[in-house]
């Protein structure tokens, strides 16, 4: 489980107080108002944003004192981070290992991963000859492969059209069933995880303001604040 206990950021325009628990497992959808704080929680669990006080464990695990590169963690950010001088397998290789002194039962891996996420003999291709939607796949492949337990996706698919949109989480909720992975994912679009994810979490103001099954955030007493957040962003 991931517990988040009151961890808090002060910046000068910004107050952010985080708790929020995720079990094992889940997939925990992430909606919010534009500058809420969403990203920034995302960037606190990834370890690229220190909170003056409060813990953070993962499968009771403290995570605060490591560096990003030694948490449980691997993150895809909206503009995917994809080298375009590398190949996609070697885009992907660089979860597995920075040095891309590839193993041969590590290249098997990635080619695995790469079916699975539709990248079937894309492996010798570089970014700039894929489309958006098949460069989050390699995102996706690379976070996946990389065998880390706690995936965070940061609105990775925002800039995809809605068709691709959902084909691409429906494929992120068939990859945690095949594998024990938790997954944190900032959305704008609520509906587009409604019926995959186990939890929905509203941020705003730097908090979590309130955590449950996505059927009663969206239709609770948040409702109009929600879609207000949508239409704005
Ligand atoms: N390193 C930083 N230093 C100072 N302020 C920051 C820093 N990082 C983020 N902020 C501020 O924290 C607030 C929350 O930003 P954040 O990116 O987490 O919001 P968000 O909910 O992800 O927004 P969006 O949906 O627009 O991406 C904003 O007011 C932002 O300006």
């Known amino acids: 489980m991931l517990v988040i206990d009151h961890c808090r950021l002060t910046w000068p325009d910004f107050v952010a107080d985080y708790s929020l628990k995720v079990q094992a497992g889940r997939l925990c959808a992430i909606i919010g108002p534009s500058g809420g704080g969403k990203t920034t929680l995302l960037h606190m669990i990834a370890g690229f944003e220190k909170p003056e006080s409060g813990t953070l ?3 009771g695990q403290d995570l605060l004192p490591l560096e990003p590169a030694k948490r449980p963690v691997s993150i895809v950010f909206q503009d995917h981070n994809l080298f375009p001088h590398l190949t996609v397998t070697q885009n992907v290789g660089l979860g597995l290992r920075p040095s891309l002194r590839l193993t041969d039962e590590e290249t098997i891996l990635i080619e ?27 995102a996706l492949a690379r976070a996946l492969v990389s065998g880390r337990p706690l995936i965070l996706l940061d609105e990775p698919f925002s800039s995809l059209d809605p068709g691709l949109r959902r084909d691409m989480i429906l494929l992120v909720d068939s990859m945690r069933r095949k594998r024990p992975v938790t997954i944190l994912m900032t959305i704008h679009t609520p509906e587009d995880a409604a019926d995959v994810a186990d939890q929905m979490v509203f941020v705003a103001d730097g908090k979590v303001v309130a955590s449950d099954e996505p059927s009663r955030i969206l239709g609770g007493s948040l409702a109009a604040r929600i879609a207000a957040a949508v239409s704005d962003t």
Do not use: C, H, I, K
């Open 112 to 138: 695995e991963t790469l079916d699975a996420v539709g990248l079937r003999g894309f492996g010798a291709r570089r970014p700039g000859e894929m489309s958006g939607g098949q460069r989050q796949r390699v």
């Open 57 to 59: 464990t993962f499968n």
